[in-house]
Nanobody
Framework: VQLQASGGGSVQAGGSLGLSCAGSGITLRPYHMGWFRQRPGQERELVAAISRSFAEHYDTDSVKGRFTISRDNAKNTVYLQMNSLKPEDTAVYYC??????????????????WGQGTLVTVSS
C-alpha cells in the first residue's frame, strides 16, 4: 500500500501549486482523505480533508478560500489546489487515508496510511 504525494516545489508568494496523492495497492474510494502539513519547527497539522462522500473540511482558517481539496475516485487520486500562497505555507505536505468513521477526522492518529510528504517552499 502506498500513497504517492507529488506536486511540491518552490514558488513565489501569490503563486499557485497543485498537489496530487495517488493510491497504489489501495483503492481510495472508501477512505476519508486528508492533507496535513508540517511547517519548520512546528507539529504536523491538518490542512484539509475530504470525506468518502465528497464533503470538504478545512481545518485551518488561514487556508480557507485559498486551498481546495478534491478527489477523483476514477483516478484513485486526491488533490490539493493551493492558490495565493504565502511564505507561511512553506511546509512538507502529507496525504493520509482514514477508513473509519462516518465523518472526516481531524486527528492524525485516526489515519491509517500516509504518503511520504512533498515539500512546498514559498518565497517572499
Amino acid at each position: 500500500v502506498q500513497l504517492q504525494a507529488s506536486g511540491g516545489g518552490s514558488v513565489q508568494a501569490g503563486g499557485s501549486l497543485g498537489l496530487s496523492c495517488a493510491g497504489s495497492g489501495i483503492t481510495l474510494r472508501p477512505y476519508h482523505m486528508g492533507w496535513f502539513r508540517q511547517r519548520p519547527g512546528q507539529e504536523r497539522e491538518l490542512v484539509a480533508a475530504i470525506s468518502r462522500s465528497f464533503a470538504e473540511h478545512y481545518d485551518t482558517d488561514s487556508v480557507k478560500g485559498r486551498f481546495t481539496i478534491s478527489r477523483d475516485n476514477a483516478k484513485n487520486t486526491v488533490y490539493l489546489q493551493m492558490n495565493s500562497l504565502k511564505p507561511e505555507d512553506t511546509a512538507v505536505y502529507y496525504c493520509a487515508a482514514d477508513l473509519g468513521g462516518q465523518i472526516v477526522s481531524t486527528r492524525q492518529q485516526d489515519y491509517d496510511y500516509w504518503g511520504q510528504g512533498t515539500l512546498v517552499t514559498v518565497s517572499s
